[in-house]
């Protein structure tokens, strides 16, 4: 059942007849049903729903870290922007073998500068170091910046993040994994959030390490 939400000439939501009204940032707006077709999907329609499943099956995994850090939005949420330019850029092969580009992915994206000479290694049990250089303190890269990381292991098919890992200024930072990551390759990415003025650094891949 629709609802009328300022007179008869204001915006609705709900279902009219053959019309849905909804409202989207404050603008109402109408669309009709979808219609059904008997018509069988291109394989460039099968394609793309199949980049769209995997991606945001992926990205769901981020979804805390997606909704602070991913910025500089015009027209969409931060989730949905940052579906948008990975279904461009992050997604090779042909479908079906259609995978994820680890090396292209963006979780995090602002004008935050990113560290100098960033490095990744595991060489304690369940442990993943990060390290970096600082160049001169600046607004756009401050001390008290913090350090954002996130490992993926595709064996698993499990993220590990640490979204507040210390300060930029430490160079230094220590993600802990579960146990049974030992012997698995891992994707590293590292990115830097200001708390105080609330804008983020495109993330970085710092490429795959096995666990120790």
């Given at each position: 059942m629709g609802r009328i939400k300022?007179?008869?000439l204001g915006g609705f939501s709900?279902?009219?007849?053959?019309?849905?009204?909804?409202?989207?940032?404050?603008?109402?707006?109408?669309?009709?049903?979808?219609?059904?077709?008997?018509?069988?999907?291109?394989?460039?329609q099968l394609a793309?729903?199949?980049?769209?499943?995997?991606?945001?099956n992926f990205l769901l995994g981020l979804d805390s870290i997606i909704e602070t850090r991913y910025q500089n939005i015009e027209k969409f949420t931060p989730m949905n922007d940052a579906l948008s330019y990975n279904l461009l850029n992050s997604i090779e092969g042909t479908y079906p073998e259609q995978s994820i580009n680890f090396t292209q992915?963006?979780?995090?994206?602002?004008?935050?500068?990113?560290a100098w000479s960033?490095?990744?290694?595991?060489?304690?049990?369940?442990t993943i170091d990060f390290s970096w250089e600082n160049g001169n303190f600046t607004p756009m890269r401050a001390a008290d910046d913090m350090v954002t990381l996130v490992v993926y292991n595709p064996?698993?098919?499990?993220?590990c993040e640490l979204e507040d890992g210390g300060l930029r200024s430490d160079k230094f930072s220590r993600l802990i994994v579960?146990?049974?990551?030992?012997?698995?390759?891992?994707?590293?990415?590292?990115?830097?959030?200001s708390k105080i003025r609330k804008i983020a650094s495109t993330n970085e891949y710092l490429g795959v390490i096995e666990v120790v």
């Amino acid at each position: 059942m629709g609802r009328i939400k300022k007179g008869i000439l204001g915006g609705f939501s709900g279902k009219v007849g053959a019309v849905i009204g909804a409202s989207w940032r404050g603008i109402d707006y109408m669309r009709g049903l979808p219609r059904n077709s008997a018509k069988p999907a291109s394989e460039a329609q099968l394609a793309q729903q199949n980049k769209m499943t995997l991606l945001r099956n992926f990205l769901l995994g981020l979804d805390s870290i997606i909704e602070t850090r991913y910025q500089n939005i015009e027209k969409f949420t931060p989730m949905n922007d940052a579906l948008s330019y990975n279904l461009l850029n992050s997604i090779e092969g042909t479908y079906p073998e259609q995978s994820i580009n680890f090396t292209q992915l963006l979780f995090s994206k602002g004008i935050l500068m990113n560290a100098w000479s960033p490095k990744v290694v595991s060489t304690t049990s369940n442990t993943i170091d990060f390290s970096w250089e600082n160049g001169n303190f600046t607004p756009m890269r401050a001390a008290d910046d913090m350090v954002t990381l996130v490992v993926y292991n595709p064996a698993k098919n499990l993220f590990c993040e640490l979204e507040d890992g210390g300060l930029r200024s430490d160079k230094f930072s220590r993600l802990i994994v579960p146990e049974d990551f030992k012997g698995d390759e891992v994707h590293c990415y590292m990115s830097f959030y200001s708390k105080i003025r609330k804008i983020a650094s495109t993330n970085e891949y710092l490429g795959v390490i096995e666990v120790v």
